[in-house]
């Protein structure tokens, strides 16, 4: 049985319905909680955090969280989170995948992969970031969030704007290796049209959603899926398969209520499904769904110390 060994991360939860238990406690932390939270994340056993998004932009503002011009700097107790995001993963031996977006606003996933000014002010940033973060141990690449729907197969307009991001990256550094996070895994034909666009994509790692939480599959139906998509990618040959299990829940309706951590016992199930098929497990995400207890970064919440200290509990003994 693999464990978890990596997680997403975020400042902020882009969807404000979804990060209603725990934004507001997020935008107060400290540069000394974001470093606990980091270091809680690697005593659970994580080698690789991926940043969600280094700005938001919504319709009436935007934000950022890393020290570039592009939008105002977002308004919190901390003054420069991402330094203390990179800062902190170097010294635990951490690797960081940090997001290309959202430079658009962030609901609009087509049209911020169509869009050249998208594009413009996310390559912007993303020049920025490497020429601050580049010399850092714990930068390990970078990651796509404008995310699709794999099923059956790939969009033309996510080949395309998979494309053009992978180019300007390899062109920034060759050596830094990029992450997509397609949903739809329940949607996806692993055939030979599948396999073809595997080949061709220019990506090093692709981290497929269970979509579990999201209530698209349930935990014992995942396997199948995972185990063609293992199929598909020994075929193809070039990127790695990972997961992207989805430890929540919500309060109500799917995207319109409050994340809350999912019980243990689902996610037990979750894990035995994709372990068999690929080569690393990521969870969605940490930030407001784990918190050690007694940590400095726990807040008060709906059970986030209970499934850290469940989770920490199914890996003694599921090893």
Known sequence: MKPITGAWFEFKHHNLFEGQPYNDALRSFTGSQWAAMIRDARAL??????????SLVYREESESYTPVDIFPPAAMACENPMDVLMDTAEKEGMGVFLSAGFYG???DSEGNMKSREVERRAFRACEEMYARYAGRASFRGWYLPDETEAGPY??????????????FFRKLDAKKPILIAPYGTNKIVPDDTFVQQLARMDVDYIAYQDEVGVQKSKAEDTAAYYRGLRQAHDRAGRSKLWADIEMFDFTGQVYRSALVPAPMERIAKQLASVSPYVDKILCYAFPGLLSRPGSPACYPGGGQDKLYADYLDWCRKAT
Request: proline share 4%; net charge negative; hydrophobic share 50%.
């Open 154 to 167: 790939f969009s033309p307009v996510f080949l395309d704007y998979v494309a053009r991001y992978a180019a």
């Open 45 to 54: 056993g994580m080698d690789t955090l991926v940043l969600t998004c280094s």
């Open 105 to 107: 606003f962030w609901e």
